[in-house]
């Protein structure tokens, strides 16, 4: 048995896909809410939150492989639970970060983990993966209501990545062998500015959509009340404000571990179009304003 958690996530909900499309399994994938949760035919859903446990404890029976996305519970009791549960293999989704900004607290987060992992005694494979493509979509409500964003370091290109490709490397790790005990840094195919994934969405949806610069303290302020003020600054130092070679550097890990390219970020705009398009004043009823930056809503980005 496969648990896939952060199943409904960018990463996990591809992975569930890649895992059913080449017959891997038995499957099951970790949501919070199974009434919302759509996995492919014959995936099991298991209700859980890494907040709780006592919850875990079905989640992980029979399970032998467990793909982990860090950070969004308490990764120690999470870690010891699936040793618990005599799971011999973790794939973790950690963050380039742990190497380009050690200093910063969500990649000291991060390493903690990594190193619980290693002391586990579970064999382990760790994911390092550098900002998503879909951080672009806390820019979709500014697009659908303002047709406009503001991002501050506009023209700072990082090698950002496209989920699925994390998730490729992912099936691979878990579904062959060669891949225990190994550390992959993943980047996407090439850099690409704020201002150009902006242009990249401004060709898909066939209009304009202006590209304003604005200053980090502006930035900041606005972030801070959705991640905190050391989180907003962890965001916008890995996202422009203190970029090294590290973080700028394009790696061939994706292509090397999968066999395929990685993916451009036209093409995650080409899949994810739809949440950008929507008039001036017609936003969905759902959505909400999220900092005009890179990030998800639980401070991946400076990961
Ligand atoms: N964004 C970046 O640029 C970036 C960069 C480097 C590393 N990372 C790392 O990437 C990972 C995020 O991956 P992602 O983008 O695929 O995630 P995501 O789309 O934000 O999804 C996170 C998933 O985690 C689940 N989740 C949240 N809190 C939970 C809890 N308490 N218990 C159980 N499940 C919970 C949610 O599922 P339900 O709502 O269905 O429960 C959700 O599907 C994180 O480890 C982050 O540090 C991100």
């Not at 061939?252 to 571990?257: A, F, K, N, P, R």
């Amino acid at each position: 048995m496969i648990l896939v958690t952060g199943a409904t996530g960018n990463i996990g909900s591809a992975l569930l896909g890649e895992l059913h499309a080449c017959g891997a399994g038995p499957l099951r994938g970790l949501t919070r809410d199974a009434a919302r949760a759509s996995f492919p035919e014959g995936v099991e859903v298991s209700e859980a939150d890494f907040g709780d446990v006592a919850s875990l404890e079905p989640a992980l029976d029979g399970v032998r492989s467990l793909f982990l996305v860090s950070r969004m519970g308490p990764d120690a009791d999470v870690l010891d639970a699936a040793r618990q549960a005599d799971v011999e293999h973790v794939v973790l989704v950690s963050s380039i970060t742990v190497r380009t900004h050690p200093h910063l607290g969500p990649a000291r987060e991060n390493l903690a983990v990594e190193r619980l992992l290693k002391d586990s005694g579970m064999a382990w494979t760790i994911l390092r993966p550098t900002q998503f493509a879909s951080n672009a979509l806390w820019w979709a409500a500014s697009i659908r209501r303002h047709q406009t964003v503001r991002v501050p370091y506009a023209d700072t290109g990082l090698p950002t990545i496209h989920p699925a490709d994390i998730a490729a490397v992912a099936r691979v790790a878990l579904t062959e062998p060669g891949h225990q005990g190994r550390t992959y840094a993943l980047t996407g195919p090439r850099r690409v500015t704020a201002r150009q994934q902006v242009g990249a969405i401004a060709a898909a949806l066939g209009r304009d959509v202006p590209c304003v610069e604005i200053g980090r303290d502006e930035a900041h302020r606005h972030m801070s009340a959705f991640l905190g003020a050391e989180a907003a600054d962890a965001v916008l130092d890995v996202t422009g404000g203190d970029v090294n070679d590290e973080l700028l550097r394009v790696r061939d890990t994706v292509s090397q571990v999968t066999g395929s390219p990685a993916r451009s970020f036209q093409q995650w705009v080409a899949e994810h179009v739809t949440h950008f398009r929507g008039s001036f004043g017609h936003a969905m009823a759902s959505s909400t304003e999220l900092p005009p930056t890179t990030g998800t809503p639980s401070g991946g980005a400076a990961g």
